[in-house]
């Protein structure tokens, strides 16, 4: 099979097709007002977007658990948060819904734009050229983000190809089922999606295997919307290379990213969280859910924060649904009160 370097070439018609028709989320123009919050103290500047000024002044907060930057409107509401050590970025814009009708009546309804920067925040960055630059091109644009990447892959997303004619989205599986015909080979990654070899940054050449098409695990899923589509570095093994690790444990206990809630508790269960309000939007979420793992972290998710019903909800992909999902199959998408996956969470990451 032909190596594919690590950069995929997404066609701009592609993606100006799918922002004007994804039956899979839509954008709506949020009307509500946020709620007013204390002024504070801090430095204030005018921010540049789109190539215009923006009316009012915005506000840089420095907040702690974790050190963060948050930006304020004129009004005094978070317009975008950036956590240090880490280069995901939540920014407020035209609002969303996303759903899955197939398998789930809940519904994300969210402002909350989650997309990667070209370098970890540090404090005082908001000064920085690259920063400016990236946030004038990026606040209050539509461009496809981290959510919207994650739910072209869910039960009967539309297939998307790029301009070499190789597929890059469209309903994934989890993966195919083991000779016992009852449990489903994990350990599918994005490379198995494409249905072609990928060669690592470090020179590492990983073979797909035919077998595997179209399937994600739920760290093959993770990889998929972050490295593949997102560009974030991706090792070829848990070992090999530098980026983001192959298996949910590698993830949950790599040096990437920022620990938003660490694992606690003694092997091999571990001890859920005592408290989750840290969380948002874009985190990855670590469960502990297979004894036979031993003190191994074995699901991986990504979280979308609340739906209309106002639970704590996520997407990922699992065996009990064939792929990636935010349904009740195999248990509620929650991580609040005592259902199945709320017992099981262990720990967070912002990457």
């Not at 949910?248 to 408290?275: C, E, H, L």
């Amino acid at each position: 099979m032909p190596k594919r370097k690590g950069r995929a070439v997404l066609h701009g018609v592609t993606v100006l097709a799918l922002l004007a028709g994804s039956a899979y989320f839509t954008y709506e123009l949020r009307q509500d007002e946020q709620a007013k919050v204390p002024k504070v103290l801090a430095v204030t500047d005018g921010v540049q977007v789109a190539g215009k000024q923006s009316t009012g002044q915005q506000t840089w907060e420095r907040l702690n658990d974790p050190a963060r930057s948050v930006l304020r409107d004129a009004s005094g509401a978070v317009i975008a948060t950036f956590t240090d050590g880490a280069r995901t970025a939540t920014l407020k814009g035209a609002s969303r819904t996303f759903s899955e009708p197939a398998n789930t009546t809940s519904r994300v309804v969210t402002d909350d734009w989650v997309r990667l920067m070209p370098e970890p925040w540090t404090k005082g960055a908001e000064k920085e050229q690259w920063f400016k630059d990236w946030f004038k091109e990026f606040y209050g644009s539509k461009e496809d983000d981290i959510f919207a990447f994650a739910f072209q892959y869910v039960e009967g997303a539309p297939v998307k190809k790029d301009s070499e004619g190789l597929q890059y989205a469209g309903d994934a599986f989890f993966g195919p089922f083991k000779e016992d015909g009852v449990d489903r080979l994990e350990q599918n990654d994005f490379y198995d999606y494409l249905g072609q070899s990928y060669t690592f940054r470090d020179g590492t050449t990983m073979p797909a295997h035919p077998e595997r098409l179209r399937s994600l695990d739920c760290s093959g899923f993770m990889r998929m919307v972050w490295g593949y589509r997102g560009r974030y570095p991706l090792m070829a093994t848990n070992t090999l290379g530098d980026g983001l690790p192959r298996s949910a444990n590698g993830m949950a206990r790599s040096k990437v990213g920022v620990d938003i809630i660490k694992i606690q508790g003694p092997a091999p269960w571990y001890v859920r969280p005592d408290n989750i309000d840290v969380l948002q939007p874009g985190d990855l979420l670590f469960f502990k859910m297979d004894h036979r793992t031993g003190d191994h972290i074995d699901h991986v998710a990504l979280y979308l924060g609340l739906d209309t019903d106002g639970h704590r909800v996520f997407v990922s992909s699992r065996k009990e649904v064939n792929g990636p999902t935010m349904g009740d199959k195999g248990g509620a998408s929650r991580i609040d009160g005592n259902g199945f996956y709320a017992q099981l969470l262990r720990s967070a990451k912002r990457l």
